[in-house]
């Protein structure tokens, strides 16, 4: 990463026609423009259109999904359920992270049983969850929280303790007391740890949400792309797992304007690294 | 440790100074005693050290690496308590966490705070009024030549200005004190030589009581009223230099002066004393 942020400011000396986000921008629009162009012109010459479709047969197939009013529906299925468990992991994930990090002996007892829930596959829960709560939103938003809560949780917990010490002695002698040393040192310093595991936990929301709908499920993208498989219908699938990909990139692009508010006090090379990672 | 040593620790000052108003005692180190207790036995940083630092004063103290000035600091601002003994402030049996401006080492201003929100730092904690606040960090960062920075985070400063950023936010809050430790050491010869100045201009002005800790005898005579030499571990006072050097002073023309000609080899002495008897004590 160094290397590349030390060519970009170099290259901007020179100033060349498109800044170096332009450049990378443009870069990565060829980039998928020769993908799916090799994919239509590669499909039904070098191997048949059956196995992985085309991506001109993947946008009329999006279209007309769109139109017929489906879509939207899956869509909200599936994004729904995400979001709730996504907003809920975080918030408690976040209040476990501060808790336990504050109780050194509450977070030593309960190291080891964090572990061995965290160490659950989630397809193995997946099951288990149709059981309790039905086949609807509930197991799916429990799934995906079960996900979502362990990354937010760790990524907070190990924020709040790698703040130097130097920060809060000095907080201290200047008078904080424990709200303004926890709010003003303590939270602002692990802001960095906190936004990496929400931006970390993204894709793990829709893997949650979309084994729930793999494993049972009345709707959601999850359903539609497995039903179409059962179908031999690969077209059906490549659209749904295109519109999951856009999804996720939709997300971490909302997330990274927020990031680069939030975080703006860090160099931009350091904020323009982790959001390429 | 020799008897001649502690003699000279001449530290036994009457309280009559305390007559006129810009001799009254302000701080008092009273037989403060640290040690720190492990499972492979205790270590004294600190042992019956007594000082006594006057009102307005700026003090500068030096030693051998490891004597224990880092304890004696943490200890004067709240961070440690002694094992013994205690500081006084104003007569007070405590020093108030409150009263004491701090300047670490290593820069420390928040990253995550633009300069002028780092000076307003101790205000806020004090609930000073948001345009209050920012009268007087505008004000603290023109006197040190920042004015046009304030709205920089700290990673787009050089670390002069970042050092100067520090001292200011210590002083935002009009503390008793002012405690520096070994502020200018991380910075390079020029950055330092130009921030000893802006210092003196500082404590010119506001006539703060300055406690100074640093490993430079140049810049410890050349700051200070009076220099403490603090023995080897554990710490105590060794010797209490009066600097006779007339104000205002420019660091830059010290060498010129007698006076500091004699401090710095009679300090220098003393030191390399101390030096000795710790590396003869244990490696």
Known sequence: MSVETMDAEARTESRPLLSYRGRVALTRLLLVAVIFGVWELASGRLFSAFWVSKPSLIAIYIWKWIVAGDFFYQMSFTFGSMLAGF????????????????????????????????????????????????????????????LVFFVIFYNTYAGIKSVERRFTDLAFVMGANERDLFAKVILPAAMPHIFLGIKLSIPYALIGAIIGEFVASSAGLGWKIQMETSLYNTTGTMAGLIVMMLIVVAMNSLLAVVERRLLRWQPASRYGAAQNQ | MTGSAIKSASLVRPFIVAEQPEHRPILQFRDVTKTYRSDRGSVKALDRLSLEVTEGEFLTIVGPSGCGKSTLLNILVGLELPSDGEIALDGARA?????????????????????????????????????????????????????????????????????????????????????????????????????????????????????????????????????????????????????????????????????????????????????????????
Do not use: C
């Not at chain 1, 288990?128 to 938003?141: A, H, R, S, Y």
């Not at chain 2, 009024?129 to 787009?156: G, H, M, N, T």
């Open chain 2, 95 to 283: 020093v108030e966490r409150k009263a004491v401006g701090y300047v670490m080492q290593n820069d420390n201003l928040y990253p995550w705070r633009t300069l002028r929100e780092n000076v307003e730092f101790p205000l806020e904690l004090r609930g000073v009024p948001a345009a209050e606040r920012r009268d007087i960090s505008l004000r603290y960062l023109e006197k040190v030549r920042l004015q046009d920075f304030a709205d920089r985070y700290p990673y787009e400063l050089s670390g002069g200005m970042r050092q100067r950023g520090n001292i200011v936010r210590a002083l935002s809050f009009s503390p008793r004190i002012l405690v520096m430790d070994e502020p200018f050491g991380p910075l390079d010869a020029q950055t330092r030589l130009l921030l000893q100045n802006l210092l003196l201009e500082l404590w010119a002005e506001e006539r703060k009581t300055i406690i100074f800790i640093t490993h430079d005898l140049h810049e410890a005579i050349g700051l200070g009223d009076r220099v403490v030499v603090l023995t080897a571990r554990p710490g105590r006072v060794k010797s209490v230099h009066s600097v006779d050097i007339p104000r205002p002073r420019h660091l830059r023309h010290l060498h010129e002066n007698a006076s500091y000609r004699s401090l710095l080899s009679r300090i220098g002495d003393e030191l390399a004393e101390e030096i000795q008897v710790q590396s003869g004590d244990k490696p």
């Open chain 1, 87 to 146: 907003a809920a992991g975080t918030l408690l994930g976040l209040a476990a992270g501060v808790v336990l990090s504050r109780t050194q002996f509450a977070a030593d007892v309960l190291d080891p049983f964090l572990i061995a829930i965290n160490g659950i596959p989630r397809v193995a829960l997946a099951p288990l969850f149709v059981v309790w709560f039905g086949i609807d939103m509930l197991p799916k938003i429990v799934l995906v929280f079960t």
